[in-house]
């Protein structure tokens, strides 16, 4: 494995070149970002799922970009390496270009963000444009698309017929043209993923894609098994955390209880 130093979008584009798997992983902490900060995670996402990881919310829609700037802010207190990437949040942008640049900025400028994430295809080319204009690189994000989720009619694979498939393919590719460094391709068949990722210069970050995307995401939350709802089909768990602190919380609360914490160990003479 190359080791790299300080990650940018220019690294993001020699991984895909080389053929070397992009890592990157939803967070919104200090600690947390500190730890994958040091394992070598190259890149971090102030992703909008906080609304759902975070703030127990049942979507992504009420999320501020004022909580994007708060959790970034947090991260990138813990990263020095990672590239830290904010999520513009739904009605940060499709109401002006005028209104989606000022909110990337405010990404860059009071959320310390290294770069925006934008969700949707061609609809967003004039955005992509203008964001880029201004000095701040854009990652796409296409396929299941969580801000569009009452025109989806819920979390649900896209992509599966033909014509919708030719439609991603076209979006891909559009925004390519108009200047974004990657792009998140979101539960979409593993077939259509590998087509779209053969067919970008710039490279695809998969969730829910399979696995010839040029690199990976999932929310730290799923990944680590704190996630209290149902997990979808593309998430591993690697660890069950949930069940680390419902433990280490029963326990502290019998000894308690029970007069057996604090004991002489943790008294002051
Ligand atoms: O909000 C988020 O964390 C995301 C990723 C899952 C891609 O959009």
Redesign the pocket.
């Known amino acids: 494995m190359v080791v790299r130093n300080k990650i940018t979008i220019k690294e993001f584009q020699k991984m895909k070149d080389e053929g070397e798997k992009i890592t990157?992983i939803?967070a919104y902490t200090f600690p947390i970002a500190r730890i994958l900060d040091e394992v070598g995670i190259d890149s971090i996402?102030?992703?909008?799922?906080?609304?759902m990881?975070v703030l127990g919310y049942e979507n992504?829609l009420e999320v501020t970009v004022e909580d994007i700037i708060r959790h970034s802010q947090a991260v990138s207190r813990g990263s020095k390496r990672s590239l830290i990437i904010g999520?513009m949040p739904f009605l940060s942008f499709g109401v002006s270009i005028k209104e989606t640049t000022i909110n990337a900025g405010r990404l860059v400028k009071e959320g310390r963000c290294e770069a925006v994430?934008l969700?949707g295809g061609r609809e967003r080319i004039e955005d992509v444009k203008a964001i880029k204009a201004i000095g701040i690189p854009v990652l796409g994000?296409i396929g299941l698309?969580?801000t569009y989720i009452n025109m989806f009619g819920g979390f649900k694979v896209q992509g599966k017929e033909e014509a919708a498939a030719k439609r991603l393919i076209e979006d891909a590719k559009m925004l390519e043209e108009a200047g974004i460094f990657g792009v998140?391709l979101?539960s979409i068949p593993w077939k259509l993923a590998k087509e779209i990722s053969e067919n970008l210069s710039i490279p695809t970050?998969g969730?829910g894609a399979g696995e010839f995307c040029d690199g990976q995401?999932?929310?730290v939350d799923d990944l680590i098994g704190l996630t209290p709802i149902l997990k979808p089909k593309f998430v591993k768990k690697y660890s069950n955390v949930q069940e680390v602190i419902r433990k280490s919380v029963q326990e502290y609360n019998k000894e308690v209880k029970e007069g057996v914490f604090p004991s002489e160990d943790q008294r002051y003479d």
Do not use: A, C, Q, Y
């Open positions: 990157m939803s996402l102030v992703g909008d799922s906080l609304g990881t992504t999520d994430k969700e994000h698309t969580p998140v979101e970050i969730i995401v999932l929310v």
